[in-house]
């Protein structure tokens, strides 16, 4: 695990991505979760065990580049984000979504 959240890892896990591949991915037990952009995958890993206490088997990342966004005649440039497809082992789940 990196300095950079050593003790806080509640801040490398920023909110599960709700999409429709996401979705469909929970059938192979995998869940995408929106992660700070200097995570490494051992921060995620540990952020995940410990948050949800699951074993995570494998972590895919990707870092996309960032978006340019236009208000009028200004232009900026949208927040990095990262995202984190984790692979739970067999048997563990996460509850995303409460039950009625």
Do not use: C
């Not at 979705?23 to 540990?46: G, M, W």
């Not at 996309?64 to 236009?70: A, F, G, L, N, V």
């Not at 692979?87 to 789940?93: F, I, S, V, Y």
């Amino acid at each position: 695990m990196t300095e950079r959240f050593n003790g806080r890892l509640a801040d490398v896990i920023r909110r599960p991505l709700i999409t429709e591949k996401a979705t469909s991915a929970l059938e192979q037990n995998q869940y995408t979760f929106e992660v700070d952009h200097r995570a490494a995958k051992p921060d995620i890993k540990a952020a995940v065990e410990q948050l949800f206490d699951v074993r995570v088997v494998g972590i895919s990342t990707m870092n996309p580049p960032r978006r340019s966004r236009r208000v009028g005649r200004f232009t900026g440039k949208r927040a990095q984000v990262k995202k984190a497809i984790v692979r739970l082992a067999e048997g563990n789940t996460i509850q995303l979504f409460p039950e009625s």
